[in-house]
């Protein structure tokens, strides 16, 4: 899963979006929400699918799944 906390990182940067805007929409704290970048925790699955929404991307994209097989 190190994978998806890159790709976070690069979706929040492309964004412009800053860790406390990403926090606020997950309903987390910031602490909570750098972990995630820092690949020590992981969001639950409705965490997943607010990311996806979020930067309009598909889960495969936000996780790193981009090729078949990957």
Do not use: C
Request: charged share 35%.
């Amino acid at each position: 899963m190190e994978r998806f906390s890159e790709r976070l990182q690069e979706l929040r940067k492309e964004k412009n979006a800053t860790k406390e805007d990403l926090a606020a929409h997950l309903g987390i704290t910031v602490r909570a929400y750098r972990y995630y970048e820092e690949g020590k925790r992981y969001p639950d699955f409705q965490g997943l699918i607010a990311l996806a929404d979020y930067f309009g991307v598909t889960l495969d994209d936000l996780v790193g799944r981009t090729a078949p097989g990957l």
